[in-house]
């Protein structure tokens, strides 16, 4: 790790990185924004995973005094990570046939078709308890008539996985059982909420004369305000959406374990470890003695003994990791491996074929129904998950190594 003084005299940067050239240069001038807001508690943290975002970079850490910033958030609030380990061998799904080849490859398949993934949802309203209690507490929300629409949208998105770096996982740990693990978050429900508000907090941050520059994407809600308030609520359901989606997902995947393990061995399946958490979100959290609101974009949080997944990239390593509670990062790790190209830039770089040669080498099974851009999530398009690691062991504490054995996309 190290640190970067404020030249403005304001707050400090701290950056799980070896130093200063591992950073790219867009990624530090939005941790400059972040220096500069007035109402910091600290300093700004850089997870090893970081990337430039919108407005804040990805596996950027803060704790804001008494306000809320939509885009500190991110716009897939709640999305995050959900995983099960199993009893299950995996080399007896590898040499275990049936009609559709080994159970991996018929697992995987059926996963696909069972959940909806990229653009595509439910034809039919599902079962939410989520949505139904938002509709029992409608006071809450029924003055943001915009985002209402979002709430019947709901019933059709749960349980959806959706695209770009989403996936469910079937993977191998190092002694060789089957574990599950799934990334996805609140559809375009969570998308909807920040792009309101953050519209919302632009107008009133111009009508206060604010101090944040409205070209920083940083613009800020005071929770003591009504906007702010309704932010809360309304991020808080996104991410209680988020955590549903994810369990929904877990069923389904288990229901098709259920079946092929049930149907082709003789084995008994159980379940073990579940974890499902969020790596973009705000918490009310007390660190140096002060109240303040964490947010994470793109960051777990990694509390002293607390449980938490950080996924690498398909065909690579993924962790368990158990917290250390350290006080510097505000009790917070990375949430992934970060990109080390843009989906545009991997896209250039690597060929479908290419990717798809590399996952049959590792003989990782993919289910993906348009393979025109599986580039864009090549491994190689990210960056090196055990660097990411080594970055900080002050951090976190790796508890189980996971390898990719099937991946379904969006």
Not at 197 to 206: C, Y
Not at 269 to 287: F, G, P
Not at 323 to 335: A, E, T, W, Y
Request: net charge negative; hydrophobic share 40%; with cysteine.
């Amino acid at each position: 790790m190290f640190e970067l003084e404020n030249e403005l005299g304001k707050y400090p940067l701290k950056v799980w990185l070896k130093s200063e050239k591992d950073l790219e240069a867009s990624c530090l001038e939005q941790a400059r924004h972040l220096m500069q807001l007035p109402f910091l508690h600290k300093w700004v943290c850089l997870m090893p995973d970081t990337h430039a975002g919108m407005g804040m970079p990805i596996g950027g850490v803060i704790a804001a005094k008494d306000v809320i910033i939509p885009n500190a958030v991110g716009v897939d609030i709640g999305c995050g990570m959900a995983y099960v380990g199993t009893n299950i061998p995996v080399k007896v799904l590898k040499e275990t046939m049936t009609g559709n080849g080994n159970l991996i490859q018929g697992m995987v398949g059926d996963i696909l078709r069972n959940i909806p993934v990229g653009f595509s949802h439910h034809k039919t309203p599902m079962p939410c308890y989520t949505m139904d209690q938002a509709l029992e507490e409608m006071s809450r929300y029924e003055k943001e008539g915009e985002l209402l629409g979002q709430l019947e949208a709901g019933y059709f998105q749960i349980g959806t996985l959706g695209g770009g770096n989403h996936f469910i996982e079937l993977q191998e740990d190092d002694n060789g059982y089957l574990s599950v693990m799934i990334h996805s978050g609140s559809r375009h429900f969570g998308k909807s909420v920040c792009d309101y508000f953050h519209q919302k907090a632009r107008e009133l941050n111009n009508r206060w004369y604010s101090q944040v520059p409205d070209e920083y994407r940083l613009a800020f809600l005071p929770v003591d305000t009504e906007e702010g308030r309704a932010y809360l609520d309304w991020m808080n359901l996104s991410m209680a959406f988020a955590r549903e989606n994810r369990e929904k997902m877990i069923l389904a995947v288990k229901a098709v374990l259920e079946k092929w393990i049930g149907r082709h061995t003789d084995l008994t399946l159980e379940y073990q470890d579940e974890i499902n958490c969020h790596h973009n979100y705000a918490a009310l959290e007390n660190h140096y003695g002060e109240n303040v609101w964490v947010h994470r974009k793109g960051a777990v949080r990694a509390g002293n003994g607390e449980l938490t997944v950080i996924p690498g990239a398909m065909g690579s390593y993924s962790y368990v990791v158990m917290g250390l509670g350290n006080p510097l990062s505000f009790c917070s790790s990375s949430h992934g491996a970060g990109r080390a190209y843009s989906r545009k830039g991997a896209m250039a770089a690597f060929t479908c074929e290419e990717v798809m040669v590399d996952l049959k080498d590792q003989g990782v099974i993919l289910g993906k129904k348009n393979k025109r851009d599986v580039a864009e999530e090549s491994r190689f398009a990210y960056k090196d998950i055990d660097e990411v690691m080594a970055n900080q062991g002050d951090l976190v504490i790796p508890v189980k190594r996971l390898r990719t054995v099937g991946v379904v996309k969006g």
